[in-house]
Each structure stands twice: as structure tokens, then as C-alpha cells.
């Protein structure tokens, strides 16, 4: 897939800024759970999970990405779409922002991650920290969607930002129509590790 335009960015705001009518409690526990997405999908035990990188290149981030990241208005970051499959079928399509200075060091494994799923890296420092939800639920023909992911109905998104032994970089999640199992209780995992906390405030710059 090539690099694509997104002209109009979904409107993310604060989870808590979503009231329990706008948000209804089967899909507020997913969209606030703070286990990797990636660990949830595969102990559903609903067929295999894979990932499909679709696009991965330099570009500057979106301006609210900027702002997440604290970054400079020209400043150009890695970005990486893909698509999450059950058993073949798309079901979340997510998007990650990896700052230049972010790269460096003990994350410079990052840039070479092909169909390897994120979540399962970040998880496994025990130093992350991740920012509090921002939420978003964005028309289904959204241009923040690749257009073979385009659908009828509308589609909840999440992202935050994650913190790695002094370094940032932005995830978002967006739940495909084929995502199914709001109503089914969350796994639970073998082990929490607990450094997944709202402890971060977003830059406001």
C-alpha cells in the first residue's frame, strides 16, 4: 500500500469526556482496557491472529499526532498502518507513530518489525508507560481508514501515547465492523504488570 492523504482527522477527545449513553459499558471495556489488544485478540480463542503491514514510510505526523507526541510543526516520524486478522478477516486497523529520536538505542528494532505485532514488544518493558485513552468514533467511509476498510457503519478508535526509557511514539486502534465480541467478557491475563497507568498527561503544546 502506498502512502496515503488523510485530509480530516477523527475528532479524539478524552475518554472522559464520553458519557455512558455515548458509550455503552460492553464496548467502554474494551476500548479502556489497558492489556495489549494483540494478547486479547489471540485469548479469545476465535481462529488465528496475524498482522498485515500496510504501509510503513517517513512522513510528518498529523497534527494531532504532533501535539500527542510533542513534536515540531515539520518534523518527520516513521509511520506504520496495519491491519489486525482473525482468522483472515480484518478486524482492527491500527496506526503507529515512532518519532525520529525514538529509534535510537534499545527501540531501534522498531523500524524492522514487518507483520510483527507492536503490542507484543511494548508489553514486554517493564519501564512503559502509556498516556489515558483518547477516543474517537469516526464515520465508516473516514479517510483516517484505508479505503478497503471502508464500511457502512461507524467505527471506534482509540490511541495513546506510549513511553519507553525516555522515548514516545503514538498508537491507535480502530475497531473494523468484523470486530464482534463487545458483549463478551475480557480475558483475563496471566500476568499484569501494572506500569500501564493514566499517569501520563498529554503535551499540550
Known amino acids: 500500500m502506498f502512502d ?17 449513553d455515548q458509550l455503552p459499558a460492553s464496548t467502554r471495556r474494551w476500548l479502556l482496557d489497558d492489556g495489549s ?5 489471540i485469548e479469545l480463542n476465535r481462529g488465528s491472529l496475524a498482522v498485515q503491514r500496510l504501509y510503513q514510510g517517513w512522513q510528518v505526523p498529523l497534527l494531532s499526532e504532533r501535539r500527542l507526541l510533542g513534536l515540531p510543526p515539520r518534523q518527520i516520524s516513521l509511520v506504520r498502518e496495519v491491519l489486525l486478522l482473525l ?22 528494532h522498531l523500524r524492522r518489525l514487518r507483520n510483527k505485532s507492536l503490542g507484543a514488544i511494548l508489553f514486554r518493558h517493564p519501564g512503559m508507560h502509556r498516556s489515558p485513552f483518547e477516543l474517537a468514533l469516526m464515520p465508516g467511509d473516514s479517510d483516517y481508514l484505508p479505503l478497503p476498510q471502508h464500511q457502512a457503519a461507524g467505527a471506534w478508535g482509540r490511541r495513546c501515547r506510549f513511553e519507553i526509557e525516555g522515548s514516545s511514539l503514538m498508537v491507535s486502534e480502530v475497531f473494523l465492523q468484523a470486530f464482534t465480541p463487545w458483549t463478551t467478557p475480557l480475558p483475563v491475563h496471566r500476568t499484569q504488570r501494572g506500569v500501564v497507568s493514566a499517569a501520563i498527561v498529554p503535551p499540550t503544546k
Open 87 to 108: 482468522s483472515g478477516q480484518p478486524v482492527v486497523f491500527a496506526r503507529s507513530v515512532f518519532p525520529c529520536a525514538s529509534l535510537g538505542g534499545s527501540l531501534g
Open 37 to 41: 489488544l494483540t494478547g486479547r485478540l
Open 4 to 20: 496515503r492523504r488523510i485530509a480530516t482527522e477523527p475528532q479524539w477527545r478524552p475518554n472522559a469526556q464520553f458519557t455512558s
